[in-house]
T-cell receptor, first 116, second 115 residues
């Protein structure tokens, strides 16, 4: 069975601070896919990034960066110079290939509050 | 613009009543999903469908039913058997072929409460 753990329930930072959101996953598959989504107060989840299990290249996109490490089963997300608009709930999700191709498992989410 | 439309935004259910949540997508996606979100918790899968006229139970299907008569539509019925239906319900869809590597697209959600 697959599992996603986001140990940080809530994080509060002051604007312009850097913040890292942790995600640890469990799966028996060798091929799988990891995602980060953002849920603003409006409620709709917005896709941020995807990583394949065979691609450990880390990525930077503007103020966002992602650190994928298979050795520790972690897929962490960092926001540099945080802004008030970054306040949201962030979800990490895992999709497996094969017969479970239709399903994803989500973590419980991390609520990020950025104060001015 | 292509996307997912959920309606209504807010819904109230009386005791013993069945209610149906609507989900329509114009993204030409094959797979559609229903999730339930409770305060402070993640998304839990209720039902999903990978093709028209076929669907599978998710992790918390009891008290819910779905249909997939058209590719664009995946309505969810919350039956009277669901004793604690108060939650935020999200519908999602995902593309074609092997869905595993594709992100899900989400609707704005329906907030269901008990009267």
């Amino acid at each position: 069975a697959q599992k996603v753990t986001q140990a940080q329930t809530e994080i509060s930072v002051v604007e312009k601070e850097d913040v890292t959101l942790d995600c640890v996953y469990e799966t028996r598959d060798t091929t799988y896919y990891l995602f980060w989504y953002k849920q603003p107060p409006s409620g709709e989840l917005v896709f941020l990034i995807r990583r394949n299990s065979f691609d450990e290249q880390n990525e930077i996109s503007g103020r966002y960066s992602w650190n994928f490490q298979k050795s520790t089963s972690s897929f962490n997300f960092t926001i540099t110079a945080s802004q008030v608009v970054d306040s949201a709930v962030y979800f990490c999700a895992l999709s497996e290939g094969g017969t479970n191709a239709g399903k994803s498992t989500f973590g419980d989410g991390t609520t990020l509050t950025v104060k001015p | 613009d292509g996307g997912i439309t959920q309606s209504p935004k807010y819904l109230f259910r009386k005791e013993g009543q069945n209610v149906t949540l609507s989900c329509e997508q114009n993204l030409n996606h094959d797979a559609m999903y229903w999730y339930r979100q409770d305060p402070g918790q993640g998304l839990r899968l209720i039902y999903y469908s990978q093709i028209v006229n076929d669907f599978q139970k998710g992790d918390i299907a009891e008290g819910y039913s779905v249909s997939r008569e058209k590719k664009e539509s995946f309505p969810l019925t919350v039956t009277s058997a669901q004793k604690n239906p108060t939650a935020f319900y999200l519908c999602a869809s995902r593309g074609r072929g092997d869905y595993s590597n594709q992100p899900q697209h989400f609707g704005d959600g329906t907030r269901l409460s008990i009267l």
